[in-house]
């Protein structure tokens, strides 16, 4: 079992869209490769988007309600929750932060023993297609965690059990230039309240807290909660309710040079906004969270 006090890698991060066809659309423009369609076989379907360091973005689609739901009665964590997502928030979102995990078993009976788990592991395969037109099964181990407190967030931790090696060059060259995710911004009015998930969830104890929230690393990334103050500091939007509970808000990614994505951007027609040094794309169908894009130093 890997030691609790080992920072995990950010393995991806879940977004549920409407349908694949609009998200790779928006992805495109954004400038973005994005991968072929495959399919899970619980009725969710996926186009992610890989990066040279190892993380990606994961979009989810719907592809049969039927099969969903009978996933979710049947326990389904992965499934339900997404459900539930997309039942109090619309079909376009940010609700899921990933790590990465050499023993699913372990984690499974670490976030029980906690009191953090989300349900049953969970175990599937599912056909990979590459780039150069070959395909191969691939395996996963899913071991959930979740706070009651925050319904419309929640964090796994994965395990490749048997994914096929294979060159994933073409699919992490993308026209915009990003490299990878650098951090991941949730939101909650008082983000010490989820101190302790978020740790957890990290395998890192070590916590940055200050008048705008708290960050704490993971291996090559981070995670950072804002305030209300936050917000409007680090993405500039002002929020004026009470909801409370994490919140899926905006990702940060490495880009090598921010002229030739700000002229790609106007190019393909996308609305950006300038916050410090970096360059802010808000939500937009097929993109369920606000994309920030800063140059990599």
Do not use: W
């Amino acid at each position: 079992m890997t030691s609790p006090r080992t920072p995990r890698p950010l393995d991806h991060l879940v977004l549920p869209v409407e349908d694949l066809e609009t998200t790779r659309a928006r992805h495109a423009a954004l400038g973005f490769t994005v991968a072929a369609d495959a399919r899970h076989p619980f009725g969710t379907e996926n186009a992610c988007v890989f990066f040279a360091d190892g993380t990606y973005l994961e979009p989810l689609a719907v592809a049969s309600r039927e099969e969903c739901e009978q996933a979710a009665r049947a326990g389904n964590v992965f499934v339900a929750r997404d459900q539930a997502h997309r039942f109090r928030l619309g079909d376009t979102g940010f609700s899921a932060l990933v790590v990465g995990s050499g023993d699913a078993d372990g984690d499974h009976a670490r976030f029980q023993e906690l009191g953090m788990s989300a349900g049953d592991l969970l175990g599937f395969s599912r056909p990979m297609k590459f780039p150069d037109g070959s395909e191969q099964t691939a395996s996963f181990k899913l071991a959930f965690a979740a706070d009651l407190r925050a319904p419309d967030f929640f964090g796994f931790a994965v395990e490749r059990i048997n994914v096929p090696a294979a060159d994933r060059s073409a699919l992490t060259a993308h026209a915009n230039g990003v490299a990878g995710i650098s951090e991941v911004y949730l939101s909650e009015p008082n983000p010490t309240d989820f101190q302790y998930f978020i740790q957890e969830l990290c395998d890192n104890r070590e916590v940055d807290a200050n008048s705008f929230g708290m960050t704490i690393e993971l291996d090559g990334a981070a995670v950072t909660v804002l305030n209300r103050a936050g917000l409007e500091a680090f993405l500039g939007l002002v929020d004026t309710s009470r909801e409370r509970g994490l919140l899926g808000r905006a990702l940060a990614f490495r880009v090598r040079d921010m002229v030739v994505l700000a002229e790609l951007l106007q190019k393909n027609g996308v609305s950006a906004r300038e916050v410090g040094s970096r360059l802010l794309v808000d939500p937009a169908p097929g993109q369920g969270a606000i994309y920030c894009f800063e140059e990599i130093r």
